[in-house]
């Protein structure tokens, strides 16, 4: 569930063509409703989009930039893989950072993997088309791909919630932020 600009449960809606198995992690960092949302193929293959509770998508919010220079040594745009089994990605721990984005309002969120595995590419377009993470969050304008080990592939979902056990945390949050003080 998330909610709407009127402050209404919206009921999550699954997308078309969505990969065999949709994950969110609720509270990134500790960070309330900074949800984000990991589609998993069956060929292991994880996209990291934001979650459509993430605020950046809530309130009518626009993005002023997208910064993928995580450190002085570290630009996730370096990233360069090769070979069937993807050498040379950087490896990511499951709260690497993998970009700022500041919005208008100078609200800056830091978009975390979420996951352990090899980087394969990050979305470049939304740099230059920010409005994509607005408008298409789960499709063209996801953040990365990321591809777990394989040994590691099962268990990387066990601290993740499904979709219902998502809307559950979504819901309690929404009805505790509309409990009067």
Known sequence: RALNSSGEILKVQPLPGTPNLLLLKAHMKGKPCEDHCILQHSNRICVITLAETHPILQNGRTIKSINYQISNGCSRLENKVSGKSKRGGQFLTDFAPLCRITCTDETEYTIY???????????????????????????????????PKFEESKSITENLLNRDEFENIVSKRSSAQSQPS
Do not use: H, Q
């Not at 990050?122 to 499709?139: C, F, M, Q, R, W």
């Open 113 to 147: 993997s979420c996951i352990r595995g090899r980087l394969l590419e990050v979305k470049e377009n939304i740099l230059e088309t920010p409005n994509l993470l607005l408008e298409k969050p789960s499709t063209e304008g996801y953040i990365a791909v990321i591809l």
